[in-house]
Each structure stands twice: as C-alpha cells, then as structure tokens.
C-alpha cells in the first residue's frame, strides 16, 4: 500500500471506531496501577481503535478473527505478565476463539520490547510482526480486516498486519 492509500485506512479506522482510543497520559480504558510508576491502557473490541502518545512506551496489538485488543504501557521496567495477562483475558472473554489469537508488538524501550517478546514466545502467541523506534506516536487498529498501522514523523505510515 502507498503512504496516501494507509494514510486514508487510518482515516477511515478513526472515523469508523467507537471512539476509542488508549492514551496513556488520560488513562481513559481499563487503566490499571500495576506497580510502582507501572500503568496501563487497554481495550478490546470488533470496532476499530486507535492508540496515541506512544513514544517510549509499549504497547501489544492481539488480534483475532472478531475482535482485537490494543493496549499502551507507560513503563520501562517490570515484568509483561502483570499486564499481559490482563489482555490476554480480556481477549478471550470476547473472542470466540478463546485463544489462537496473533500479537504485533510496538514499543519504544527497547529493553522492555524484549521482554513482551519473551512473554509471547513462551505463551505461544505468534507474532505476525512487531516495531521497536522511539518516536513511535499512532496505532491504528482494524479488527474486522486485521489491519494493524503504525505512524510516525519520523517514516510515516508502515502497515504491520493485514488480513492473515
């Protein structure tokens, strides 16, 4: 796909979703103090999502045939299974699946992108592709096409997952 035709996706994600967005900075879906300094935002839907204000921070899209969950961690240290697990649940009380599902990780820590990686590899959670950059900003989500965007000023709009 060209710059202009993921650009106008977003668009269309933005105008279709329930208005949904996790932002961690307004705590506004799910947020949950995990630790010291560790808070999260997550959501899981079958509408379109979208997620702004990463820059160091981490995320994982999980995504199904139905629904999707998209979440936001402002955090360099601890340990992914105390929110990770949180999703993971979340996303199987509404997928039909009740599992099976697909991650694409994102992050700017790189040190805690590791360590999300781990947590998928040693739950079996395949991952169709996943970005660590400072600087990342948007996340896009489409749940019914599986569609998984990411933009940044600093390489602009990268499609990450597609229909699989």
Do not use: W
Not at 102 to 128: Q, T, W
């Amino acid at each position: 796909m060209s710059q202009e035709e993921l650009e106008n996706t977003c668009r269309q994600i933005v105008k279709h979703s329930d208005r949904t967005m996790v932002v961690y900075s307004e705590g506004n879906l799910h947020p949950a103090k995990i630790g010291p300094n560790m808070v999260s935002s997550q959501h899981v839907s079958s509408n379109p999502m979208y997620g702004i204000g990463y820059s160091d921070c981490n995320g994982v899209v999980l995504l199904d045939h139905v629904v999707a969950g998209l979440s936001h961690y402002d955090l360099s240290s601890g340990d992914p299974r105390d929110y990770l697990d949180l999703l993971v649940a979340h996303l199987k009380r509404a997928s039909l699946e009740k599992g099976g599902f697909k991650a694409v990780p994102v992050g700017g820590d790189e040190d805690h992108y590791r360590r999300i990686l781990h947590y998928l590899r040693e739950n079996d959670i395949p991952i169709i592709q996943g970005l660590c950059r400072p600087g990342l900003k948007k996340l896009f989500v489409d749940p019914s096409t599986r569609t998984v965007i990411v933009q940044s000023p600093a390489f602009g709009f990268r499609r990450l997952a597609g229909s699989y």
